[in-house]
């Protein structure tokens, strides 16, 4: 069993930057992927980030690509979010998860641990 715990959420203006953290706790998080998914109101969670358990390997999605950069620090079993250039259409509760081994990378269904999320809110 692993405990995710995010932080670093808030309120920010368009263009400003914020930066998410994921504590695990439980278990040592070095030898999964790890995701980033948000959700909004009214709207189903969708996928953000993935990074492999080596680290070498990242995929974002295609409406954060080059503003977003996920990372992951195995001694601190946390994994990061860094989100520049904030627009309000990335506002939403986001949540980092545990990739069940062997899974794809994109799907909800893909991740097996949860953390309770955190607000981020852009404000035009």
């Known amino acids: 069993q692993v405990q995710l715990v995010e932080s670093g959420g808030g309120s920010v203006q368009a263009g400003g930057s914020l930066r998410l953290s994921c504590v695990a706790s439980?278990?040592?998080?070095?030898?999964?992927?790890m995701g980033w998914f948000r959700q909004a109101p009214g709207k189903e969670r969708e996928f953000v980030a993935y990074?492999?358990?080596?680290?070498?390997?990242?995929i974002y999605a295609d409406s954060v690509k080059g503003r977003f950069t996920v990372d992951r620090d195995d001694a601190k079993n946390t994994i990061y979010l860094q989100m520049n250039s904030l627009k309000p259409d990335d506002t939403a509760v986001y949540y980092c998860?545990?990739?069940?081994?062997?899974?794809?990378?994109?799907?909800?269904?893909?991740?097996?641990?949860w953390g309770q999320g955190t607000q981020v809110t852009v404000s035009s």
């Open positions: 998860a545990n990739r069940r081994p062997g899974s794809g990378q994109h799907r909800a269904g893909d991740y097996r641990y």
């Open positions: 990074i492999s358990d080596s680290g070498d390997t990242r």
């Open positions: 439980g278990r040592t998080i070095s030898d999964y992927g």
